[in-house]
């Protein structure tokens, strides 16, 4: 079985500072890996997805991820933070390979502080 | 370019009452079609996912069930709804020969905008 552990449920952080958001996985095999942002009240959005080739993955809104595979970590990252990436941001894996299903983790929000 | 649509986009629904929601895709076919719920602090927990019309895969045992009449066309029914049933519900699409290096589906998903359900 996979899943996905965010260790952050909410992630305070100032305007224009560097924020990280942390996610964890548990498979027996190799996965594929993404982050969504949710903005309020709407879907999930792509932000970015490993799967395979650089471990570093630029996504959009200038944030960008590590795969890290003896951690089995993808952790988010953003250099400097604007107000409008306030949100909630999931973690996702799947197995790939045709394997249908993707689990999500719990979600992390990010409110910036101006 | 493909689109998802989901509807009704708010619903107030008395405990017991039916439930129907309703997500089409556009622009593309055969899709892997997916019912995610989300509830607070908890994330998104797969209902039922689709690999074609007619084939319904449950996730979790509920009081809900899932429909796939078309290829496009995924439902969410409910037959008594539950307190339990509030939440906001998601439908999801992914290409399901999408190719990736390795040839298999990418596993991407692409969400509708929710339909946020409310039992009273």
């Known amino acids: 079985a996979q899943s996905v552990t965010q260790l952050d449920s909410q992630v305070p952080v100032f305007e224009e500072a560097p924020v990280e958001l942390r996610c964890n996985y548990s498979?027996?095999?190799?996965?594929?890996l993404f982050w969504y942002v949710q903005y309020p009240n709407q879907g999930l959005q792509l932000l970015l997805k490993?799967?395979?080739?650089?471990?570093l993955v630029k996504g959009i809104n200038g944030f960008e991820a590590e795969f890290n595979k003896s951690q089995t970590s993808f952790h988010l990252r953003k250099p400097s933070v604007h107000i409008s990436d306030t949100a909630e941001y999931f973690c996702?894996?799947?197995?790939?390979?045709?394997?249908?299903?993707?689990?999500f983790g719990t979600g992390t929000k990010l409110q910036v502080i101006p | 370019s493909q689109t998802i649509h989901q509807w009704p986009a708010t619903l107030v629904q008395p405990v017991g009452s039916p439930l129907s929601l309703e997500c089409t895709v556009e622009?593309?076919?055969?899709?892997?079609l997916y019912w995610y719920r989300q509830a607070a602090g908890r994330g998104l927990q797969l209902l039922f996912y689709?690999?074609?019309?007619?084939?319904i895969s449950s996730e979790v045992p509920q009081n809900l069930s899932a429909s796939r009449p078309q290829d496009r066309q995924f439902i969410l029914s409910s037959k008594k709804l539950l307190l339990s049933d509030s939440g906001f519900y998601l439908c999801?699409?992914?290409?399901?020969?999408?190719?990736?290096?390795?040839?298999?589906?990418?596993?991407?998903?692409?969400f509708g905008e929710g339909s946020r359900l409310t039992v009273l």
């Open positions: 999801a699409w992914s290409v399901l020969r999408a190719r990736d290096l390795s040839g298999a589906n990418t596993g991407e998903l692409f």
């Open positions: 498979s027996s095999v190799s996965v594929y």
């Open positions: 490993y799967l395979s080739g650089s471990t």
């Open positions: 996702a894996v799947t197995r790939g390979r045709g394997y249908q299903k993707v689990t």
């Open positions: 622009g593309t076919s055969n899709p892997n």
């Open positions: 689709s690999v074609g019309i007619g084939q």
